[in-house]
């Protein structure tokens, strides 16, 4: 979905991760990304650390993504960067960049909601995915399930109320110690690896919400459930069962996500749905949600895990759509930690 097909160049600088993608008609001809790991020294991301590693790095992940593309700025048809959400200095500095290139080279300039870019990655990797279908972005930062009308028309079904999915998944392997040094945002990962050897029965975690007959999430209280049951065990107990803990948080997060998206699929009468943003990778969430909606007849659609995750390849997807619309930023194009979803509606009850 390029302007005559000619490629962009996306760039994505909205937390810790700092990328940069050509794409050309949904193919993806280099997607480079660099993953800041000082953040661990801190418990999280830091947002004046983020910002500075992005400085240092942004230029050099351009370049390597356009060397890896084997083209140059002149061969481009635009540049597309992440406008937000976000932290507000991480985002300037992809803006900043972003602004300096199509100075420099002409070349129009366009600022994509990271969501939209979510909900692109699924469209680049499956080219028959294309609207209506039911979304679930499930990330660090969001849990929305989003119905897709149409490109650039979207209705809110639901949101959480509290912390993110990949939010809870981060926060329970950092309780359970299971992250590695380096690591503040791989806890979905590792919680998924242990969880592999532990039973999901073996702990009966809150399912918030489930019964409710909305569509909103809520995931802080599972976390602090996982709180409760282990901080007054000793460390070698604690290690004893905490494949168990991980199998049955995981449960708990996997048939809320599952339930709640295939009833909003049902009601809305989507046929397909997409599950799309870092949690997507989630190895059991795809095999429930995949089991529980071919029983309905429903197909489901994930992108591979690095379009999963925070990429430049999606944020170049969602700018050449919005391109094609002829949405060029001017030169004060800013950041936009709340930016709200273009096109984006609540769904009326
Ligand atoms: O989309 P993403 O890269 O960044 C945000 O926009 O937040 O998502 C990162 C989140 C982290 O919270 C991470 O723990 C989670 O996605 N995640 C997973 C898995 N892989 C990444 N959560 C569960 N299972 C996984 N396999
Ligand atoms: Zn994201």
Redesign the pocket.
């Known amino acids: 979905m390029s302007i005559s097909g000619r490629p962009i160049l996306g760039i994505e600088t909205?937390?810790d991760?700092t990328a940069a993608a050509v794409v050309a008609d949904g193919h993806i001809y280099s997607n480079t990304i660099f993953s800041q790991t000082e953040h661990s020294l801190y418990g999280g991301v830091v947002p004046e650390l983020a910002s500075r590693n992005h400085i240092r790095t942004l230029l050099p992940v351009v370049d390597q993504a356009l060397a890896e593309a084997d083209l140059e700025l002149g061969d481009l048809c635009g540049i597309a960067v992440t406008q937000g959400p976000g932290l507000v200095g991480c985002l300037l500095v992809g803006i900043s960049v972003g602004k300096g290139l199509a100075l420099g080279s002409g070349l129009p300039l366009v600022g994509v909601h990271?969501i939209e870019g979510?909900l692109f990655a699924g469209s680049m990797a499956h080219p028959d995915l294309v609207p209506p279908f039911m979304a679930l972005v499930?990330?660090?930062?969001?849990t929305e399930l989003i119905y897709v009308c149409a490109w650039g028309n979207y209705e809110r079904w639901g949101r959480t109320r509290d912390d993110?999915?990949?939010?809870a998944?981060?926060k329970v392997?950092k309780i359970l110690g299971l992250l590695r040094e380096g690591e503040v945002?791989?806890?979905?990962?590792r919680?998924?690896m242990f969880a592999e050897e532990g039973n999901p029965d073996a702990f009966d975690f809150p399912r918030a919400l489930i019964n409710d007959p909305g569509f909103d999430f809520s995931f802080s209280g599972l976390k602090t459930s996982v709180l409760y049951r282990i901080r007054d065990l000793a460390v070698e107990d604690l290690k004893a069962i905490r494949a168990n803990i991980a199998a049955s948080f995981?449960a708990a997060v996997v048939d809320v996500l599952v339930d709640k998206t295939l009833r909003a699929a049902r009601e809305v009468g989507a046929e397909r749905i997409l599950l799309s943003?870092?949690?997507a990778?989630?190895?059991a969430?795809r095999a429930q949600l995949d089991d529980d909606a071919s029983k309905l007849g429903m197909g489901v659609f994930y992108p591979p895990?690095p379009l999963?995750?925070?990429?430049a390849a999606m944020i170049a997807g969602a700018g050449a759509f919005r391109l094609s619309r002829g949405e060029v930023a001017g030169g004060n194009l800013n950041a936009a930690p709340r930016l709200p979803l273009p096109g984006l509606h609540e769904r009326q009850v």
């Open positions: 909205s937390c991760e990271h979510h499930a990330s660090g930062g969001h993110a999915a990949g939010e998944f981060d392997a945002t791989m806890g979905g990962p919680i998924s995981q943003g870092g949690v990778a989630n190895r969430l895990t999963c995750t925070d990429n």
